[in-house]
């Protein structure tokens, strides 16, 4: 980051935030500066000064700038020993409850919530279950309603089902038609699917399961500590709270009202 | 004090084809009370599970660790965890994103070496090691910039000479040879770091 931009990207972040109220304050700096020289770039502009005064006023211009902003990534069963513990630790809780609630936050492109209706359907809690999928991303929450992947993709989610201890084979939920494979409908009938930001928007309902992986990876530890609380406070007493394999509460301050489930898979579980 | 003597605060180390055995003559020559970090990233082959600790911790009684993410970069030796690119803040905390490789790499040494650069600034000394593509050298670049030392294999002595020679186009090295050379005066710098730090804490 050149002295400039010490000043300059904090600026365009506020001024983001007082125009389109997409609150980036509090993001990893290393990571975003990155991010923001690389939309620079890519859409002209010397300076981030530049950049800030082409998407003062222009939603479109916004728009793409936010594309840069946040990182789309996902796979289906991503890290199979993480789905693994769900289904075989965690799934046998839930059996206990009549009804569930499962929160996907920074659900992305929708490959970890079709990960999680595949396993509910496979251990038949999907049709008791309620699952909200949220993201900041309109584009991302579109193509996971869609639940439309590239064919070439398949193999790889394939073989992490598998490995996250599969009853079937992933193909009993999708069809294949033109290099695409489409997801079937009736895993997302029980899905809600809005846009929500763990950074500005309050607590979603109770909860007894939350995922958020990879998300907070693009928080600083301010950012970090408020979604956690906001994680917290959503969720039912002894609910569960999972993160991506390189996340850790051991970090935040709020991780006393949790107890380590199942530590090497990052499960949590509210106290 | 010639420049090339002061004691770092950090260290970075890329490597790629060949890192392996690089990192085998470098690595058990690093001084066993190291009191500085040292932080790693290898390009390997698309993989999940993470093989770095167990291959070098046999090498060194040093703590050898990947680190979570927001983790305080404390003294000892880290790899970049498997398909994340590592990043460090300027609180000295570990950051860790998925966003797209860069140079077809994640983790990526670019990355690495640019947010040490920022963090570090002349206190940074990055080592660019065998590899046959050009990650490293916008990195180095930032580096210098932020006037941290930097020293590359001699390529000649690299099993892929590529990287190291990018890495000479941008940057001149305070040192340059072959890995065990690089051990040795990694040894010295870092063992003299070892007891500064003792004096001054
Ligand atoms: C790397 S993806 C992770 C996708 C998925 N959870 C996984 O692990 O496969 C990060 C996601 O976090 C979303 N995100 C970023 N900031 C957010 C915020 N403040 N609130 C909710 N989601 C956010 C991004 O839009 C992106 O979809």
Redesign the pocket.
Known sequence: MSSQDEIEIPHLLEAIYQEYHQ?FRHYSMASLTRRVALARDQMGCQTTADLERLVSGNVDAFTRLFQFL??????MF?DPSFFRAFRQEIVPILSTYPSLKLW?????TG??LYSYAIILREEGLLDRSILYA????PE?LRKAQAGVYSIDRVAAFSENHRLSGAKCSLSEYYTASHGLAVFDRSLRKNVVFSD????TDSVFAEMQVIS????LI?FDRTLQYHAVALMRDSLCRRGFLGL?TRESLAFTKSSSAFKEFSPAERWYQKW | MVSGELMPRAVVIGASAGAIDALKQIIPQLPHDLSIPVIIVVHLAARKESLLPQIFRPLTPIGIREPNDKEPVGAGIWFAPPDYHLLVEKDHTFSLS?DTPVKFSRPSIDVLFSAAAEAYGDGLLAVLLTGANDDGADGLRDVRQRAGRVIVQDPATAEASEMPKAGLRVATPIFTGSTSMIGAFLATLLQRAASDSRETS
């Open positions: 609150d946040t990182v789309q990534v996902s796979d991503r996907v936050a920074g659900c992305s490959e970890e949220t993201d900041i991303s991302a929500h930001s763990l950074a958020c992986r990879n998300v693009y991506g | 998925l």
